[in-house]
């Protein structure tokens, strides 16, 4: 059951309206998840100091500090799923939290079914149901993905990714020199096919790239093929 399954799992809702808060940690809270609640940018990044959740949902309009700026804070020390929730439905701003290392992005007003939804699909590419991964690796050239610790290096160096852009790359390097559609990324990736905005693949690409490819513009790993999708290597 989903109750008992989740008991493990804490999520940290950050949004200065309350009654929104409220809501989100009532309705999560009837799956079994742990919900802690911040209503500003600098609460919650205290609650993240003070224990790391597995997944925060994020207003972008709080007090105090921004849920960008909260964003960028927390991206360079943690790689747990974020979950953007914001009454900001403008492209650009939707480009900016992901360029920021968000992996999601809800508009309000928002369907509370959607918001599980998509709750669980983050959470699942975590893998809270086998905690007790099998170490394997995948290799290609100078890059080194460790599946079990989540990691990947070049040349020896350790390359910080979240988990969305760790899970793709993975997903990618394991189907080398097969072109998947930006539709198949979004369903298999980050787990669900009718809610997500294909913009959100390209833009995790992208931020995937600058972190791994050696020249803008000419991709090693990574590449394109122009009206289908993406693929890796070759």
Not at 58 to 81: A, H, S, W
Not at 94 to 107: Q, R, T
């Amino acid at each position: 059951m989903d109750i008992q399954k989740n008991t493990q799992i804490e999520i940290l809702v950050a949004d200065d309206e309350n009654a929104i808060a409220d809501i989100i940690k009532f309705n999560l809270e009837k799956h079994g998840y742990n919900i802690r609640t911040a209503n500003d940018g600098e609460e919650t990044l205290e609650k993240i100091e003070e224990k790391v959740p597995d997944l925060l949902v994020l207003d972008i309009m709080m007090p105090k500090k921004n849920g960008f700026e909260v964003l960028q804070t927390l991206r360079k020390k943690y790689k747990f799923p974020v979950i953007i929730l914001t009454a900001k439905e403008e492209e650009s701003d939707k480009i900016h939290g992901l360029e920021l290392g968000a992996d999601d992005y809800m508009v309000k007003p928002f369907s509370i079914n959607e918001l599980i939804a998509r709750v669980k699909a983050n959470l699942r590419r975590l893998d809270f149901q086998n905690p007790e991964h099998k170490l394997e690796e995948i290799v290609y050239q100078d890059l080194s993905l460790d599946l079990g610790k989540y990691e990947l290096r070049k040349n020896g160096k350790v390359i910080d990714l979240t988990v969305r852009e760790f899970e793709l790359l993975k997903y990618l390097a394991l189907r080398q020199d097969q072109v998947v559609s930006r539709e198949s990324l979004l369903t298999d990736v980050w787990g669900y096919e009718h809610f997500g905005d294909i913009r959100t693949v390209d833009v995790t690409v992208r931020r995937l790239r600058e972190k791994i490819e050696d020249k803008d513009g000419d991709p090693k790993y990574i590449k394109t093929k122009r009206g289908v999708g993406y693929y890796f290597g070759g």
